[in-house]
T-cell receptor, first 113, second 113 residues
Framework: AQSVAQPEDQVNVAEGNPLTVKCTYSVSGNPYLFWYVQYPNRGLQFLLKYITGDNLVKGSYGFEAEFNKSQTSFHLKKPSALVSDSALYFC???????????FGKGTRLHILP | DVKVTQSSRYLVKRTGEKVFLECVQDMDHENMFWYRQDPGLGLRLIYFSYDVKMKEKGDIPEGYSVSREKKERFSLILESASTNQTSMYLCASSPFGEGTEAFFGQGTRLTVV
């Protein structure tokens, strides 16, 4: 079945250190890939997406992600973590035959002060 | 700003009741979605609608139905609520087009007792 996988349920990073939240995909064709964030008691917010073109995508709040076709990955990164980045992060995918967006299971990111 | 409004933040219903969850978007989006969010399972797509009166089943449609009589409104119906439908329900909308991101409502936490 086509899907995205987030191999880590939780990631802990010290404030100021770089952070990475991992996502790999198993989708045929040319997928669209997304990252969303969910802060406590709030709805999901869109961070960034890859459709085509430049493999490095920049998004909101200083986040970026790199599309790597050979490794089928779309990891989310930030050079210097903030305590306020602590949240639940979801990777998601879509394909161009319809507009459905399918989500991974999520990774909880804890930034330690 | 895009606004997706879900009619209730919290609902408590009894087993066997018919439950309606309402969602309204104000950006004239073609696509609307219903997901449920459960810890460790991420977001799972229940139903998707790409136009008025049009719908597609998602990954977990059993026990649910939907209605889209107007473009801005997408209702999720639990025909006979069961305790295993206790969850957070998230509505989203997106415009038609390749790789368009979805905008989410605040969610409805439904408890079935």
């Amino acid at each position: 079945a086509q899907s995205v996988a987030q191999p880590e349920d939780q990631v802990n990073v010290a404030e100021g250190n770089p952070l990475t939240v991992k996502c790999t995909y198993s989708v045929s064709g040319n997928p669209y890939l997304f990252w969303y964030v969910q802060y406590p008691n709030r709805g999901l917010q869109f961070l960034l997406k890859y459709i085509t073109g430049d493999n490095l995508v920049k998004g909101s709040y200083g986040f970026e992600a790199e599309f790597n076709k050979s490794q089928t990955s779309f990891h989310l990164k930030k050079p210097s973590a903030l305590v306020s980045d602590s949240a639940l992060y979801f990777c998601a995918w879509g394909v161009n035959r319809d507009d459905k967006i399918i989500f991974g299971k999520g990774t909880r990111l804890h930034i330690l002060p | 700003d895009v606004k997706v409004t879900q009619s209730s933040r919290y609902l408590v219903k009894r087993t066997g009741e018919k439950v309606f969850l309402e969602c309204v978007q104000d950006m004239d989006h073609e696509n609307m979605f219903w997901y449920r969010q459960d810890p460790g399972l991420g977001l799972r797509l229940i139903y998707f609608s790409y136009d008025v009166k049009m719908k597609e089943k998602g990954d977990i449609p059993e026990g649910y139905s939907v209605s889209r009589e107007k473009k801005e409104r997408f209702s999720l119906i639990l025909e006979s609520a069961s305790t295993n439908q206790t969850s957070m329900y998230l509505c989203a909308s997106s415009p038609f087009g390749e790789g368009t991101e979805a905008f989410f409502g605040q969610g409805t936490r439904l408890t079935v007792v």
